[in-house]
């Protein structure tokens, strides 16, 4: 429990700052979204060009994590999207409450833990489930919401239109340019590397600032939802990746270990940045992320408790 509580506090801490600024008038009403627009254009396109840049095909190829990670999170992805169709949800914000569902924090809060919980080893199967969150949840979910803002045009003119706004979008850009330099075997040349990880420290600490920042605001979006997304997140998530990870697979203790409570993290910034980008009502998104935050103070605690570690 004193491990992670000692991982989530900054993370309240950042956001509560981000509040206070808000509330006593030290940042303006149009702070949220610009602190935003920086994170989504500069800080986090930095952080994941640098992720794919330098990664090596050694640390990310483990097929029966990758797997039992990433089916994990599509899964409950897709079944989410469908969910909240049903409900009367259009493509675009029921996109958004599927990634919600299955978007993990796993790098602000599941490298530090791994680390915390099982030595240096655990910073390996972070790593790279912090990349498919990152990389392929979001792709997946940004080719859904440009889906459907593009919908109601002819089929050809749809797609022209939502393929244009992919390959122009910074957070599916920047990984693919990634890797194509991760390609070449040439190191980033020490200045260039300087500039982009300063850059992408910024990425957590501005969009926890952003998201503290629009809570302060008056919630005027519909927030019908949360308690059902928050519970899909913490368990869920973890329920299928148990299945596939410990039963389907059979992974080695450290891998399956990783895999579940990787999956059983609670909502990271990345469907806030997003709705913020696009302009959607955020405020059923921004309180998935508090309080499946929250909650998983319990969740997490109990998941080590009874996996003895």
């Known amino acids: 429990m004193s491990s992670i509580v000692n991982v989530v506090?900054?993370?309240?801490?950042?956001?509560?700052?981000?509040?206070?600024?808000?509330?006593?008038?030290?940042?303006?009403?149009?702070?949220?979204?610009?602190?935003?627009?920086?994170?989504?254009?500069?800080?986090?396109?930095s952080l994941l060009f640098t992720a794919t840049a330098t990664a090596s095909w050694e640390q990310i190829w483990h097929p029966g994590f990758?797997?039992?990670f990433s089916v994990g999170c599509l899964a409950v992805f897709a079944a989410t999207l469908a969910y909240r169709m049903t409900q009367g949800r259009s493509l675009v914000d029921a996109s958004l409450d599927a990634l919600s569902a299955s978007y993990a924090n796993t790098g602000y809060m599941g490298i530090p833990l791994c680390v915390l919980i099982f030595g240096e080893e655990g910073l390996e199967p972070a790593l790279v489930a912090s990349l498919l969150v990152v990389c392929v949840l979001f792709a997946l979910s940004i080719?859904?919401?440009?889906?459907?803002?593009?919908?109601?045009?002819?089929?050809?003119?749809?797609?022209?239109?939502?393929?244009?706004?992919?390959i122009r979008h910074p957070l599916v850009v920047s990984p693919l340019l990634g890797v194509l330099w991760a390609l070449t075997g040439v190191p980033l040349p020490a200045p260039l590397a300087q500039l982009l990880d300063w850059l992408g420290a910024a990425t957590a600490p501005a969009a926890l600032v952003s998201l503290g920042l629009f809570l302060a605001q008056p919630q005027t979006g519909r927030s019908d939802g949360v308690w059902p997304i928050v519970a899909i997140k913490l368990l869920v998530q973890p329920l299928v990746t148990w299945l596939l990870a410990f039963v389907v697979f059979d992974l080695p203790p450290l891998w399956a270990y990783s895999a579940l409570l990787l999956s059983a993290l609670p909502t990271g910034t990345g469907p806030f940045m997003l709705a913020e980008f696009y302009r959607r009502e955020a405020a059923l998104v921004s309180r998935v992320i508090l309080y499946s935050t929250l909650v998983s103070l319990l969740t997490l605690s109990a998941g080590l408790y009874l996996l003895g570690l």
């Open 66 to 68: 990758v797997l039992s």
């Open 9 to 45: 506090l900054p993370i309240f801490a950042l956001i509560l700052l981000g509040y206070l600024c808000r509330r006593t008038d030290r940042l303006g009403p149009t702070a949220a979204s610009e602190i935003n627009r920086f994170v989504v254009w500069l800080a986090l396109p």
């Open 143 to 166: 080719a859904c919401v440009e889906a459907g803002l593009h919908r109601d045009k002819p089929l050809g003119q749809a797609l022209r239109k939502a393929g244009g706004a992919l």
